[in-house]
């Protein structure tokens, strides 16, 4: 072999090594996985159904402190926290219609034209999941009989005979009719006005969920005072429509991780005293 071939053939033999080593060092690093915004995997749009790409839109009646209300333009409240982490955690915006009234709402998430999901401390029962699908609870309650403070009632079946109020569609409005046959229901749009019905004298009792009574006549309508509260075992769902389950499933795995990692102890603290009942 020449000097010249002997060199060539070196170096090539070099080249050759050096090729090895560079393949076997790239090989030792795994490709990057992409960067999510949350834990829970994104919903992919073929999956799941929304009103606007990239976005859930909710529909509340926002006048139920202290899980949603309004706070001059902006929404807030213990529902409004856990939703925000929700969408979060879906790697989702999130968009509050303007408020709606509660006794539509329902149908309005069924019909699935302006709003994903509906959230406004639903009580999940069987009227209602003919309607619609409820995600998992995520708050326990019971309902509250309402009064004027020294009134001289003692119990929520005083009131049968007499003049009461709560909300048009909420299970306080059912509760009077069930075990209240001779009283007289008004029922209101919002509770806030049911509030301010029974202050004026129109009404001598108004039936709703406990920790909004617990919250309203101790910081809000401090003249009255809760007569009784009514064991009825509610528990709150977010409502989706029945045809849109991706979502359900997402929202549902979403709050799942919110909740085994403390973000929803977290926030419930913020709003309540009491250690939350859902684990």
């Known amino acids: 072999m020449s000097v010249l071939k002997k060199s060539v053939a070196i170096a090539a033999i ?6 090895l080593v560079l393949v076997g ?3 030792n690093k795994a490709p990057e996985e992409p960067k999510t915004t949350g834990s829970a995997e994104a919903p992919k749009e073929a999956e799941v159904k929304l009103i606007t790409p990239g976005t859930l839109t909710i529909g509340s009646d926002c006048d139920y402190p202290p899980f ?5 333009e902006k929404v807030g409240g213990f529902e409004y926290e856990l939703m925000t982490a929700i969408g979060e955690e879906m790697g989702l915006q999130i968009q509050y219609l303007p408020p709606q009234n509660f006794d539509s709402l329902i149908a309005s998430v ?15 029962t069987d009227e209602r999941k003919e309607l619609v699908d409820f995600c998992d609870p995520y708050f326990d309650s019971n309902q509250a009989a309402v009064a004027m403070k020294g009134a001289g009632f003692t119990s929520a079946m005083d009131f049968d005979g007499m003049t009461v109020g709560a909300q048009s569609g909420t299970t ?3 509760w009077v009719r069930e075990n209240l046959p001779n009283a007289t229901l008004k029922e209101f749009n919002q509770t806030s006005e049911g ?6 004298g129109d009404i001598k009792c108004l039936y ?5 009574a617990v919250e309203q006549v101790s910081k809000t309508y401090t003249d009255c005072e809760i007569i009784e509260v009514i064991p009825t075992g509610e528990q709150y769902g977010f409502a989706v429509s029945k045809d849109n389950a991706k979502l359900k499933e997402a929202v549902n795995k979403a709050l799942r991780t919110l909740i085994d990692n403390g973000t929803y102890g977290e926030i419930f603290a913020k709003y309540f005293e009491f250690e939350p009942t859902i684990k």
Do not use: N
């Open 14 to 19: 070099m080249i050759m090594a050096l090729s």
């Open 25 to 27: 060092c790239s090989s």
């Open 68 to 72: 949603i209300y309004m706070e001059g």
């Open 110 to 124: 069924a019909a699935a034209t302006k709003m994903d999901i509906g959230v406004s401390s639903f009580t999940i």
């Open 172 to 174: 306080g409005a059912d």
């Open 195 to 200: 509030l301010a019905s029974l202050v004026a």
């Open 208 to 212: 709703f969920d406990e920790p909004v």
